[in-house]
């Protein structure tokens, strides 16, 4: 029988290790954590992003983090802890699971950028294309 997502999201929260928004801003600066965001890239023009995030669109992130690939990024062969993060935490979760399940020290931030700007963290403007 085929596996639902809710499915998935139970077995990433069985594995990946959650931080909360606040364990997150109280981190802000520390230069062993970097931030993933892996919003689409209209959500990062809309709502902006976490001041100094990195952004990687889920679909290219195991091509990214594969040191193999053609398209790999070298932030991720640093020896840092990744903390994912998406609009709600949904697909962060999973994707932290994979990023960890690739060899990195993965996190996925609780709630996600919609608690980040509600619990009143600074926000930076994402730079939209062609302007």
């Keep these: 029988m085929a596996k639902g997502y809710k499915d998935m999201l139970a077995e990433a929260d069985a594995v990946v290790r959650s931080v909360s928004v606040d364990d997150i801003a ?22 902006g992003m976490i001041p100094g995030a990195f952004h990687a669109p889920r679909g290219m992130l195991e091509f990214w983090i594969d040191p193999e690939s053609p398209y790999h990024k070298p932030k991720f062969a640093e020896a840092k802890t990744f903390v994912f993060y998406c609009a709600s935490g949904w697909r962060s979760l999973l994707a932290a699971k994979v990023a960890q399940e690739m060899g990195l020290e993965a996190r996925s931030m609780r709630g996600g950028f919609s608690e980040w700007r509600k619990t009143g963290h600074p926000v930076a403007e994402k730079a939209k294309h062609g302007h």
């Design 26 to 47: 109280a981190d802000a600066g520390n230069a062993d954590i970097v931030m993933v965001d892996i919003r689409d890239p209209r959500e990062l023009e809309r709502d």
